[in-house]
């Protein structure tokens, strides 16, 4: 009797010709995956943006209105400034840095209203996003 432990060269060949077409193949998968999503990563980025922008309104001690911009005044002095920049919304303090918030936007207004700021996105998937905001301080 014959005790037969390890692997043939048939079965290795055949073990890798699976493992190769496995690896092959989910990158396909992957890119089909994130291609689909896209819009939703659109979405979910713009939901990102209104949250810090309503957190620095709220925060704000002076806000001031622009053609193209608004300037939000920190309790600390900081003027942190909100911008079109091409196809984004850009951040910028104290007219330094270059901070994307919001890539691939058609177009990008401001409102103010008293202590009430709304903001308005239009996307470049075709929807329209709006944000209202109240400044506490």
Avoid: C
Avoid at 81 to 87: A, P, T
């Amino acid at each position: 009797m014959r005790s037969e432990k390890g692997i043939t060269l048939l079965e290795l060949m055949l073990t890798l010709t699976i493992l190769l077409a496995i690896i092959w193949t989910l990158p396909l998968l992957m890119s089909a995956a994130i291609q689909n999503s896209g819009a939703d990563f659109q979405q979910e980025e713009a939901r990102l943006f209104f949250h810090l922008f309503s957190k620095e309104v709220r925060e704000a001690t002076q806000i001031i209105l622009s053609k193209g911009s608004i300037e939000l005044t920190k309790k600390d002095g900081a003027i942190v400034k909100y911008e079109r920049y091409g196809s984004s919304i850009r951040r910028r303090v104290n007219n330094t840095g270059h901070e994307i918030v919001l890539q691939d936007i058609r177009d990008f207004t401001v409102q103010i209203s008293g202590r009430r700021v709304m903001i308005e996105v239009d996307l470049n998937n075709g929807k329209t996003e709006k944000q209202v905001s109240f400044q506490m301080s």
